[in-house]
């Protein structure tokens, strides 16, 4: 059955507008999204539900700014989903690449750039016809998991477990997602151990956590794609790992050496979930070797003279200040 238009005057955000936000609106004739407009019927209810869901919660200016991102998300969908019973039929990431060339085609820019004073910089983000079309797709997954435990979603909001792990109020890291790990043991087993977690790790812990095994279990498809289970796993192909992280990723020595460590425990812990003995003993000592953090060492008077020597190169307030610096500690100095 074909779903109905969604006329914006039957919404209480436009029945409780103030006739200065209506004034601002005269420009834009249009009220209604022609949902009966999209071709496949199966994907109206969905549609439906989602600027719906947005007219009930938004303001009045946001869902008449929406009705030009709908009219175009509805142009691709009846050009390149007409035989899709959901959106969810395609994986995202194939989604976006498709409506973006659709963008594009249309001279319509991809990307925008938005200040950002309290970090003090410009960051590229994905343009708001990006951003609607992922928030229609984010709004199908989630209701139709909606019945599904959280523990055994691909993408976990950490706050609706049913053991919910310490946070930081400050930071909002309280979401794990697993659809990168593209292999169904690999999934299913971290998901078990990382639940498991939550008793006694704080949020970013476990974020840590899955941020590494992800990252072996990409490297894993991409290198041995062969290899589905556990079991599979050898000696030789974790010292590829090795060289791989310490060469193609960009991590820093303390970052790596700690996420070799994260990945260690974590197979060691899931060889003892499965029995497979084989996969407790992959990494050796030396593969995690700790960082070997700065030590103390102090100048030598020869040092000290020549230091001394130098200051009555410097302006006088600066000779000054690095006497100061001398009396209260230039003895000591850090080297590895």
């Not at 020595?253 to 497979?276: A, H």
Request: charged letters at 30%; proline letters at 2%; hydrophobic letters at 35%.
């Amino acid at each position: 059955m074909m779903k109905g238009n969604i006329n914006l005057i039957s919404y209480d955000c436009y029945q409780q507008a103030t006739e200065k936000q209506l004034a601002g609106l005269k420009w834009k004739e249009n009220r209604v999204y022609y949902i009966s407009e999209i071709h496949n019927e199966k994907m109206q209810d969905e549609i439906y539900g989602y600027i719906d869901d947005r007219c009930r919660r938004l303001s009045l200016s946001t869902v008449v700014n929406d009705i030009y991102r709908f009219d175009l998300l509805k142009e691709f969908l009846n050009e390149k989903c007409t035989s899709c019973s959901s959106i969810t039929d395609k994986k995202w990431e194939e989604l976006e690449r498709s409506y973006k060339a659709f963008l594009y085609k249309k001279g319509l820019a991809l990307y925008v750039r938005r200040n950002r004073p309290d970090r003090r910089n410009v960051e590229q983000q994905s343009s708001a016809q990006i951003s609607f079309l992922k928030m229609y797709y984010e709004y199908v997954v989630k209701c139709k998991t909606a019945d599904i435990p959280e523990n055994e979603k691909d993408v976990w909001d950490m706050r609706k477990l049913d053991i919910v792990p310490r946070s930081n109020p400050i930071r909002g890291r309280y979401r794990l997602d697993f659809r990168e790990i593209r292999q169904k043991e690999f999934k299913e087993i971290i998901k078990k151990i990382l639940y498991s977690h939550c008793q006694t790790k704080a949020m970013g812990s476990i974020k840590g956590e899955l941020r590494g095994f992800r990252r072996f279990a990409s490297f894993m498809y991409d290198r041995f794609p062969e290899v589905k289970h556990f079991t599979e796993i050898s000696r030789d192909m974790i010292e590829d790992y090795l060289v791989y992280i310490k060469t193609d990723t960009g991590l820093t020595s303390v970052s790596y050496t700690t996420e070799l460590s994260v990945l260690d425990n974590l197979l060691d812990e899931i060889g003892r979930e499965l029995e497979i003995g084989n996969i407790c003993n992959l990494f050796l000592s030396s593969d995690c070797r700790a960082y070997d953090n700065a030590l103390p060492e102090a100048y030598s008077d020869a040092e000290i003279r020549r230091f001394n020597c130098a200051l009555t190169k410097l302006k006088p307030q600066l000779g000054r200040c690095l006497i100061i610096h001398q009396m209260l500690g230039t003895r000591i100095i850090m080297v590895s």
